[in-house]
């Protein structure tokens, strides 16, 4: 049931690729243009429309802090994740929305036209996927960006082999397949200016994304 209602909310977004084994249209990714930020997205539960004042973010030193946006789901998953988060000094926020969405402020890096994922990543993307494997009622989203190196074409198809990338080292550490939903935004959703060096290496990166089911 928990699948079934996640699987309803991301095919009415739009914005999510299947894995080949689940995809029961038979194409091989459902988004077909990028919101150009996350607050942009097609379906209301998803999140908001325009970008919020402010989010709630935990960090590895805080106190516990109740969050209204938490009222509707099962408290003990949120309690499992935020603990171990703050247990692995994992920083995160809690994004705004009718789901319970938990954003890591830690990205993962990417050189230029790679989509191989560091040792020092696939550790921490081992362990994290190691608690995921444990838990019945956390989802992963994984979004894959570039900067504005090569053409637009080059990096949407980049940004999906990222997410792609990281969703290997996860199921590497028995995450199901089931858990993981990946989506490639291209050079749209830049994170930094990519007038500088330093700029487009922030914006070569994926965002992981945990949705706590009801």
């Known amino acids: 049931m928990r ?65 209204t946006s938490r009222s509707s789901m099962k408290r003990e998953n ?4 935020e603990s171990f988060l703050m247990s692995n000094g994992i920083d995160y926020e809690v994004l705004p929305g009718n ?48 900067d504005n190196t090569g053409t637009p074409m080059f990096n949407d198809k980049l940004s999906e082999r990222r997410a792609d990338a990281v969703k290997n080292t996860l199921l590497s550490s028995a995450v199901t397949r089931e858990a993981i939903y990946t989506r490639g935004f291209g050079e749209y959703v830049p994170e930094c200016s990519n007038q500088t060096r330093n700029g487009k290496a922030c914006n070569r990166r994926v965002e992981v994304m945990f949705i706590v089911s009801n």
């Open 3 to 67: 699948f079934a209602s996640l699987f309803l909310v991301l095919m009415l977004s739009g914005c999510v690729s299947l894995p080949s084994d689940l995809n029961l249209l038979g194409e091989r990714n459902l988004l077909d243009v990028a919101p150009k930020d996350e607050y942009a997205l097609m379906h209301p539960e998803w999140g908001v429309k325009e970008k919020p004042a402010a989010v709630y973010v935990g960090t590895a030193t805080n106190n516990r802090t109740a969050s």
């Open 78 to 81: 949120y309690d499992s994740l």
């Open 99 to 146: 789901h319970v969405m938990v954003k890591v402020k830690d990205m993962i890096r990417f050189n230029t036209g790679s989509a191989r994922v560091s040792p020092d990543s696939a550790r921490w993307l081992q362990r994290v996927g190691r608690y995921i494997a444990t838990q019945q009622g956390i989802d992963i989203v994984i979004n894959g960006h570039t």
